[in-house]
Each structure stands twice: as structure tokens, then as C-alpha cells.
């Protein structure tokens, strides 16, 4: 990282920067560390400074429709089961044991929704993974950069705190999500295919506690990086002020070094700026179409469940609702992920300039 | 005439008969309260050939055992119901509860390669 400070011509030309994509001049020092980051970005910062709504609308996937009905395959089944549930309920109305169609109807639905869950927490843990990779090659060029730029504290805590804590939380996602849910998905399927009412609410109860805790954790989290944050910055700009002084006392040339060493500074907090705009970039066209399967899957369960309503399954209703739930859960971890390495990321920018 | 109205008719006609019956002759309105089932079936036979017929088409297209074990569930609880009603009609009410019974086993049976599977997951996750 000290290579960094050493090497000389760092103040490259704000435009140039903020393009991203823009070749830099080739004597920047470590330009082929942050290089891809900043081409790989799927829009840049100059895109974001012209038009930002544009900008934001381009990390959205680039057809919805195939997203919608990508997620409708997994869910094709399942509603022409209720559909047939619905018919069949027809047909039984005021007659038949009620109770026996609905104990068959939620074996039913359980089997038919098993696979789809089960594929949405594979894909959840295979970006968690991908992320995980992501940002351990990420963080430690981004913490060499605000270690260049004069913030050797900052780096430090981007490369220490802030990735351990990210890796952590997506490893135990990766790592615990499948069981987990297959765990609850056989715990909800008992309690509704029971007759004891009372166990499914207490599922939903549980999704919703968990749901709850992420939330709170996510809170935390926040609250401690930006404490951190603060302590950081206050550490690092003590060391700058301390260097400044010592290099304007040089006799002659330490006004000129002084200088020199506020331009090459300023160059780092415009680099710094990029490269955690295309890191956050690089991420958002991941989360957003990944956030927007979730919320297609908890929407078509929704729709499941007030079709079953529609049959009056009450037992279906409450199947349905759980794995909602589930599904609310893993989108509070994916939240979860994402906010951290928003807002590790915006502070480290935001905040000390950039 | 439209089979909505001679169906309608049919049923007026069986209920007015076995009101007659009913009072002389028990056995009577209950053999005819039998064939007034078998008539009705026949006569709505035609009519529901078509809806069977997409219906089996469709669980096939579906290939799913779901499918399959509730329409199996519910036309046993649709015959269940009717015979369990008979039985009541008859004044055989041991048997009335002989017919739930068994229809309650069936459509157990016809569940349980559900059953089976959900227990088979849940047995998968226990190792």
C-alpha cells in the first residue's frame, strides 16, 4: 500500500476519474489494482452526475419480463394445483369432509413449493458467495487507497472491521440459509398439515422474530461503522495535520512539498470516490435483480395464499404465509448484506472528503 | 327442452314420487331414489365427458402426483358424501358411519405418497 504514496503524478484530472471507464494515465500508481473495478462498473459516476434517475433505472435488469416469468415457471405448478384446489372445493361445497381436502391440499401445496424455495436459497447463497469474493478482492485495493489518500486508519478499519463483519455475515448466510429453511419449511409444513391451530402462527412468529433481529443487527452494524468512521477520521486527520506541519518546516522546498502533497491528496479522495461508486454499482446491478426475485416470489405467495383463501383452505392460507415469511427473512439478510457495504462504502466516501 | 330444465323437471318428479313412496313403501322410494342417482349421472354424463376428459388432460400435462392424489381425494369425498346421505335415507345410520369411515381411509391412502414425501424430505434433512 505504501507503494501508493511514493509514486509520483497522482492527481489525475477529475474527469478522467469520474468517467470511470476513461483510460488514466498510465503513470497513476496502482492503476492496474483499481482498474477493473472501475471499467467493470455497469454505470459510472459521470452517468449518475448527469442524469441520476437513468442511472439508477439501468441497474435494473434489462427485462423484467424474463425475471417475472422466470420466477412464474417455479410457481406454474403450484398455481394450477389451487387452481384445481379451488374447482375441487367447488364441487364439495357444503358437502364432503372439508378437513380431509384441506389435509390433502397442504401435502400437496408443501411438496409443489418445496423445490421453488429451495432454488431461491440456492441462488441466495451462490450471490452471497459471489459478493463474498467480490469484496475480498475489493476492500483491501479500496483500504490501499484511502491509505494512499492519507487515510492509513481508514483503510486499515475498511480491510479489518467492515470485511470482516461482511465476510462473516455471508458465510453463516451461505453456509446456514439452505438448512435453515428446509428446517422451517418442514417445521411450517407440520404445524399446518396438524390440526392443532396455533403452530403456524407461532412459525410466522418466529420468521418474523428473526426477521426482526436482522433489522436490529443491520441498526447496529450501521451505527458502529459510522462510530468508527468518526474515530478514524479524527485519528488519520491528526497524522495529516501532523505530516503537513513537519513537511512545511523543511527549509525552502517545504511549502512546495506541502503543495505537492495536497494535490496528490486530492487526486486519492477523487479515486477513492470512484472506486467506491463503482464498487457499490458493481453490487447494486446484483442486489436489485436479486431483490426483485425475492419480492416476485413473495409476491406469486401472496397470490397463492389468497387463493386459498378463495377455496376457504385455511390450512393452505397458513402454509402459504409461513413461506412468505421465509421469504421476507432471506431478503432481510440480502438487505442486510447490501446496507452494510453501502454504508461501509458511503461513509468511507462521504465522510474525510471525496 | 335444455337438460338444465328436464333435469330440473327429473328431480321434481323423482322428489314428489318417493314423497308417495315414502309412506308405502320404503324399499320402494329408496330403490328409487337409487335410480334417480344413476339416471341423473347418466343423463349429466355427457356433459361432464369433456371436463373429465381436460382434467385428466391436464394432470397428465402437469405430471404431478399432487394433482392426482386430490382429484383422487376429492371424487372420494364426493362419493363418500353420497353414500353416507343414502345410508342416512335408509335408516342404516351404523353403516352411514361405516361409509365415512372408509372414506376417510381411502382418502388417507390416496394422500399418503404425499405424506410419504414430505416425510421423505423431512427425513433427508435429519440426514
Redesign the interface.
Known amino acids: 500500500m505504501n507503494g501508493f504514496m511514493g509514486l509520483p503524478g497522482t492527481a489525475a484530472p477529475a474527469s478522467l476519474l469520474l468517467s470511470g471507464s476513461a483510460a488514466l494515465p498510465g503513470d497513476l500508481p496502482g492503476a492496474a489494482l483499481w482498474q477493473p473495478y472501475l471499467d467493470g462498473a455497469p454505470r459510472t459516476a459521470l452517468d449518475f452526475a448527469k442524469d441520476p434517475w437513468a442511472a439508477l433505472w439501468g441497474l435494473l435488469p434489462s427485462s423484467p419480463l424474463q425475471l417475472l416469468r422466470g420466477v412464474l415457471q417455479h410457481y406454474a405448478g403450484l398455481l394450477l394445483f389451487l387452481c384445481l384446489l379451488t374447482l375441487a372445493a367447488f364441487l364439495l361445497e357444503g358437502h364432503g369432509d372439508r378437513e380431509l381436502l384441506n389435509f390433502t391440499a397442504v401435502c400437496g401445496c408443501g411438496v409443489l413449493a418445496w423445490d421453488p424455495m429451495m432454488t431461491l436459497a440456492g441462488t441466495v447463497c451462490e450471490k452471497m458467495e459471489e459478493w463474498k469474493r467480490f469484496l475480498v478482492n475489493f476492500l483491501p485495493v479500496y483500504g490501499g487507497v484511502l491509505a494512499a489518500g492519507g487515510e492509513s486508519c481508514g483503510g486499515a478499519a475498511a480491510g479489518g472491521f467492515l470485511l470482516s463483519g461482511l465476510c462473516v455475515l455471508a458465510q453463516c448466510t451461505a453456509a446456514g440459509i439452505v438448512p435453515l429453511l428446509q428446517s422451517y419449511l418442514a417445521v411450517s409444513m407440520t404445524c399446518c398439515i396438524s390440526s392443532q391451530k396455533g403452530l403456524a402462527p407461532l412459525c410466522r412468529t418466529l420468521g418474523g422474530t428473526l426477521r426482526g433481529a436482522l433489522l436490529l443487527i443491520g441498526k447496529i452494524l450501521t451505527i458502529l461503522l459510522g462510530v468508527q468512521r468518526i474515530m478514524t477520521l479524527q485519528l488519520d486527520r491528526t497524522t495529516l495535520q501532523l505530516g503537513q506541519m513537519l513537511a512545511g518546516s523543511v527549509p525552502i522546498i517545504g511549502q512546495t512539498l506541502s503543495q505537492a502533497a495536497d494535490t496528490v491528496l486530492a487526486g486519492f479522495q477523487l479515486l477513492k470516490s470512484s472506486l467506491g461508486i463503482a464498487a457499490l454499482l458493481i453490487l447494486g446491478a446484483e442486489f436489485v435483480p436479486l431483490y426483485m426475485e425475492l419480492m416476485l416470489h413473495l409476491l406469486f405467495l401472496t397470490g397463492c395464499s389468497l387463493l386459498c383463501g378463495l377455496s376457504a383452505s385455511e390450512k393452505c392460507r397458513e402454509l402459504f404465509l409461513c413461506l412468505a415469511q421465509a421469504v421476507r427473512c432471506m431478503a432481510a439478510v440480502v438487505a442486510l448484506f447490501f446496507e452494510l457495504v453501502a454504508a461501509g462504502v458511503v461513509l468511507m466516501m462521504a465522510v474525510g472528503g471525496g | 327442452m335444455s337438460l338444465p330444465v328436464s333435469l330440473f323437471a327429473a328431480l321434481l318428479l323423482l322428489t314428489v314420487l318417493q314423497l308417495v313412496l315414502q309412506k308405502y313403501s320404503p324399499l320402494f322410494a329408496f330403490l328409487l331414489s337409487l335410480a334417480g342417482a344413476v339416471l341423473l349421472a347418466f343423463r349429466i354424463g355427457d356433459l361432464l365427458q369433456p371436463v373429465l376428459a381436460g382434467l385428466a388432460l ?1 394432470v397428465r400435462r ?1 405430471d ?4 392426482r ?3 383422487r ?2 371424487g372420494i ?2 362419493i ?2 353420497y353414500t353416507r346421505t343414502l345410508c342416512h335415507e335408509a335408516g342404516a345410520d351404523s353403516l352411514g358411519w361405516c361409509a ?1 369411515f372408509v ?2 381411509c381411502l ?1 388417507l391412502a ?2 399418503f405418497p ?2 410419504e ?2 416425510g421423505g ?2 427425513w433427508g ?1 435429519a440426514g
Open positions: 391436464f402437469t404431478g402426483q399432487a394433482f392424489c386430490l382429484v381425494c376429492a369425498l364426493l363418500t358424501d365415512d372414506g376417510r382418502v390416496a394422500a404425499l405424506l414425501e414430505i424430505k423431512i434433512i
